[in-house]
Protein backbone atom coordinates (compact mmCIF):
# COMPACT_ATOMS: atom_id res chain seq x y z
CA UNK A 1 0.00 0.00 0.00
CA UNK A 2 1.19 3.67 -1.20
CA UNK A 3 1.20 6.55 1.25
CA UNK A 4 1.90 9.83 1.06
CA UNK A 5 3.12 11.74 4.15
CA UNK A 6 3.41 15.40 4.03
CA UNK A 7 5.20 17.72 7.04
CA UNK A 8 6.11 20.81 8.07
CA UNK A 9 3.40 22.88 7.88
CA UNK A 10 2.70 25.39 10.90
CA UNK A 11 1.31 28.82 11.86
CA UNK A 12 3.52 31.80 10.33
CA UNK A 13 3.11 35.34 10.46
CA UNK A 14 3.23 37.65 6.85
CA UNK A 15 6.77 36.96 5.70
CA UNK A 16 8.21 34.39 7.26
CA UNK A 17 9.19 31.30 6.06
CA UNK A 18 8.09 26.79 6.05
CA UNK A 19 9.55 24.49 4.76
CA UNK A 20 7.54 21.39 4.06
CA UNK A 21 8.23 17.89 3.20
CA UNK A 22 6.87 15.01 1.54
CA UNK A 23 7.48 11.36 1.99
CA UNK A 24 6.11 8.03 0.49
CA UNK A 25 6.35 4.56 1.43
CA UNK A 26 5.39 1.72 -0.48
CA UNK A 27 6.67 3.49 -3.59
CA UNK A 28 9.83 5.56 -5.15
CA UNK A 29 9.52 8.93 -5.20
CA UNK A 30 12.50 9.26 -7.49
CA UNK A 31 10.80 7.15 -10.03
CA UNK A 32 7.98 10.62 -10.40
CA UNK A 33 7.76 13.80 -11.41
CA UNK A 34 6.24 15.52 -8.11
CA UNK A 35 3.70 17.80 -7.64
CA UNK A 36 2.41 20.15 -4.98
CA UNK A 37 -0.96 20.87 -4.67
CA UNK A 38 -3.17 23.36 -2.19
CA UNK A 39 -6.57 23.72 -0.92
CA UNK A 40 -7.22 26.77 -0.46
CA UNK A 41 -10.04 27.78 2.52
CA UNK A 42 -13.26 28.04 1.20
CA UNK A 43 -11.80 27.50 -2.33
CA UNK A 44 -10.35 24.64 -4.59
CA UNK A 45 -7.37 22.89 -5.44
CA UNK A 46 -4.90 24.46 -6.63
CA UNK A 47 -1.44 23.52 -8.64
CA UNK A 48 1.50 25.06 -6.75
CA UNK A 49 5.07 23.17 -8.32
CA UNK A 50 6.27 20.73 -9.96
CA UNK A 51 9.65 19.02 -9.96
CA UNK A 52 11.18 16.65 -12.75
CA UNK A 53 12.46 13.11 -11.75
CA UNK A 54 15.73 14.83 -12.60
CA UNK A 55 15.09 17.63 -11.20
CA UNK A 56 15.89 19.14 -14.52
CA UNK A 57 12.76 20.45 -15.20
CA UNK A 58 10.66 22.87 -12.15
CA UNK A 59 8.01 24.74 -12.36
CA UNK A 60 5.70 27.23 -10.41
CA UNK A 61 2.12 28.78 -10.60
CA UNK A 62 2.39 32.04 -11.08
CA UNK A 63 1.15 33.13 -7.33
CA UNK A 64 4.32 31.45 -5.86
CA UNK A 65 6.89 32.08 -8.21
CA UNK A 66 9.95 33.51 -6.46
CA UNK A 67 8.91 32.54 -3.22
CA UNK A 68 9.00 28.89 -3.11
CA UNK A 69 11.02 26.79 -4.07
CA UNK A 70 10.56 23.04 -4.55
CA UNK A 71 13.35 20.18 -4.18
CA UNK A 72 14.22 16.78 -4.13
CA UNK A 73 16.78 15.10 -1.76
CA UNK A 74 19.88 13.41 -3.19
CA UNK A 75 18.56 9.80 -3.22
CA UNK A 76 15.40 11.52 -4.41
CA UNK A 77 13.45 10.02 -1.78
CA UNK A 78 11.98 12.89 -0.64
CA UNK A 79 10.25 16.15 -2.21
CA UNK A 80 10.46 19.58 -0.24
CA UNK A 81 8.91 23.00 -0.64
CA UNK A 82 10.51 25.67 0.47
CA UNK A 83 7.73 28.91 1.16
CA UNK A 84 9.20 32.12 1.90
CA UNK A 85 7.83 35.13 2.39
CA UNK A 86 4.66 34.29 3.20
CA UNK A 87 1.60 35.70 2.28
CA UNK A 88 -1.81 35.63 4.14
CA UNK A 89 -3.18 34.17 0.61
CA UNK A 90 -0.98 31.23 1.14
CA UNK A 91 -2.78 29.45 4.02
CA UNK A 92 -3.99 26.40 2.68
CA UNK A 93 -3.55 22.69 2.99
CA UNK A 94 -0.43 21.44 1.30
CA UNK A 95 -0.65 18.37 -1.08
CA UNK A 96 2.01 16.27 -2.74
CA UNK A 97 1.49 13.99 -5.50
CA UNK A 98 3.74 12.14 -7.58
CA UNK A 99 2.38 12.20 -11.35
CA UNK A 100 1.28 8.55 -10.89
CA UNK A 101 -2.48 8.95 -11.93
CA UNK A 102 -2.93 5.63 -10.67
CA UNK A 103 -2.63 6.23 -7.28
CA UNK A 104 -6.07 6.46 -5.45
CA UNK A 105 -5.17 7.85 -2.25
CA UNK A 106 -3.50 11.32 -1.62
CA UNK A 107 -2.10 12.03 1.66
CA UNK A 108 -3.79 13.70 4.47
CA UNK A 109 -1.94 16.99 3.49
CA UNK A 110 0.06 19.31 6.16
CA UNK A 111 -1.48 22.97 7.23
CA UNK A 112 -0.42 25.90 6.36
CA UNK A 113 -1.60 29.10 8.82
CA UNK A 114 -0.11 32.84 7.30
CA UNK A 115 -1.46 35.22 10.24
CA UNK A 116 -0.24 38.70 11.71
CA UNK B 1 -2.98 28.57 -20.97
CA UNK B 2 -7.00 26.97 -20.67
CA UNK B 3 -9.44 27.05 -17.94
CA UNK B 4 -11.74 23.83 -17.03
CA UNK B 5 -15.20 24.47 -15.99
CA UNK B 6 -17.21 22.70 -13.65
CA UNK B 7 -20.67 23.35 -12.59
CA UNK B 8 -20.73 24.80 -8.77
CA UNK B 9 -22.82 22.44 -7.12
CA UNK B 10 -25.54 19.16 -8.50
CA UNK B 11 -27.66 17.29 -6.10
CA UNK B 12 -29.69 14.00 -6.61
CA UNK B 13 -31.45 11.70 -4.32
CA UNK B 14 -29.95 8.12 -2.99
CA UNK B 15 -29.95 5.70 -5.46
CA UNK B 16 -29.78 7.71 -8.04
CA UNK B 17 -27.29 9.31 -10.93
CA UNK B 18 -25.64 12.34 -11.37
CA UNK B 19 -23.04 13.44 -14.50
CA UNK B 20 -20.66 16.41 -13.77
CA UNK B 21 -19.42 18.04 -16.32
CA UNK B 22 -16.06 19.58 -17.19
CA UNK B 23 -15.61 21.93 -19.87
CA UNK B 24 -11.77 22.68 -21.64
CA UNK B 25 -11.79 26.41 -22.86
CA UNK B 26 -9.42 26.21 -24.77
CA UNK B 27 -7.50 23.27 -27.27
CA UNK B 28 -8.78 19.87 -27.53
CA UNK B 29 -10.26 18.36 -24.40
CA UNK B 30 -8.54 14.77 -25.47
CA UNK B 31 -4.96 16.45 -26.10
CA UNK B 32 -4.06 15.04 -22.66
CA UNK B 33 -6.29 12.83 -20.32
CA UNK B 34 -8.49 14.01 -17.64
CA UNK B 35 -8.41 13.22 -13.77
CA UNK B 36 -11.20 13.39 -11.62
CA UNK B 37 -10.82 13.53 -8.07
CA UNK B 38 -13.21 13.38 -4.88
CA UNK B 39 -12.43 15.28 -1.51
CA UNK B 40 -14.73 15.11 1.20
CA UNK B 41 -14.14 17.96 4.51
CA UNK B 42 -11.10 16.85 6.83
CA UNK B 43 -10.05 14.18 4.63
CA UNK B 44 -7.38 14.14 1.59
CA UNK B 45 -8.50 14.18 -1.86
CA UNK B 46 -9.21 10.43 -3.57
CA UNK B 47 -8.85 9.68 -7.24
CA UNK B 48 -11.67 8.38 -8.73
CA UNK B 49 -10.84 8.50 -12.44
CA UNK B 50 -7.30 8.64 -14.22
CA UNK B 51 -6.79 8.81 -18.00
CA UNK B 52 -9.91 9.92 -18.80
CA UNK B 53 -11.76 6.40 -17.89
CA UNK B 54 -9.43 4.51 -16.05
CA UNK B 55 -10.31 3.75 -12.41
CA UNK B 56 -7.90 3.03 -9.70
CA UNK B 57 -7.26 -0.24 -7.58
CA UNK B 58 -10.22 0.36 -5.44
CA UNK B 59 -12.71 2.69 -7.09
CA UNK B 60 -16.27 1.02 -7.26
CA UNK B 61 -17.70 0.92 -10.95
CA UNK B 62 -20.22 3.17 -9.88
CA UNK B 63 -17.98 5.75 -11.20
CA UNK B 64 -17.18 6.17 -14.51
CA UNK B 65 -15.18 8.48 -16.85
CA UNK B 66 -15.80 9.75 -20.55
CA UNK B 67 -14.57 12.51 -23.28
CA UNK B 68 -17.13 14.66 -25.33
CA UNK B 69 -15.13 15.57 -28.09
CA UNK B 70 -17.85 17.57 -29.95
CA UNK B 71 -18.48 19.84 -26.36
CA UNK B 72 -14.85 19.69 -25.81
CA UNK B 73 -15.92 18.41 -22.28
CA UNK B 74 -15.24 15.69 -19.83
CA UNK B 75 -17.91 13.68 -17.46
CA UNK B 76 -18.04 11.92 -14.37
CA UNK B 77 -20.82 9.89 -13.97
CA UNK B 78 -21.62 8.32 -10.49
CA UNK B 79 -25.07 5.68 -9.92
CA UNK B 80 -26.20 4.31 -7.57
CA UNK B 81 -25.88 7.45 -5.15
CA UNK B 82 -24.58 7.16 -1.48
CA UNK B 83 -24.55 9.57 1.15
CA UNK B 84 -21.47 9.22 1.41
CA UNK B 85 -20.37 10.20 -1.87
CA UNK B 86 -21.03 13.66 -0.47
CA UNK B 87 -18.57 16.07 -1.14
CA UNK B 88 -16.38 17.98 -3.65
CA UNK B 89 -15.04 16.99 -7.17
CA UNK B 90 -12.49 18.05 -9.27
CA UNK B 91 -11.35 17.48 -12.91
CA UNK B 92 -8.02 18.42 -13.74
CA UNK B 93 -5.50 17.48 -16.81
CA UNK B 94 -1.82 18.73 -16.93
CA UNK B 95 -0.66 21.38 -20.13
CA UNK B 96 2.85 20.74 -20.27
CA UNK B 97 4.12 19.91 -16.49
CA UNK B 98 2.01 22.53 -14.94
CA UNK B 99 -1.61 21.10 -13.54
CA UNK B 100 -4.81 22.75 -14.05
CA UNK B 101 -7.73 21.96 -11.74
CA UNK B 102 -11.62 23.14 -12.99
CA UNK B 103 -12.90 24.98 -10.10
CA UNK B 104 -15.11 22.39 -8.34
CA UNK B 105 -18.86 20.77 -8.07
CA UNK B 106 -20.19 20.09 -4.48
CA UNK B 107 -21.83 17.45 -5.00
CA UNK B 108 -24.73 16.84 -2.19
CA UNK B 109 -27.12 13.71 -2.17
CA UNK B 110 -30.39 13.98 -0.38
Known amino acids: EVQLVESGGGLVRPGESLRLSCEASGLSLSGYSVNWVRRLPGKGLEWVASVSTSSTYIHYADSVQGRFTISRDSAGNSVSLQLDSLRVEDTAVYYC?????????WGQGTTVIVSS | NFMLTQPHSVSESPGGTVIISCTRS????????VQWYRQIPGSGPTTLIYEDKERPSGVPDRFSGSIDSSANSASLKISGLKTEDEGDYYC?????????FGGGTRLTVL
Open chain 2, 26 to 33: SGNIASTY
Open chain 1, 97 to 105: RPRAEWLRD
Open chain 2, 92 to 100: QCYDGSTQV
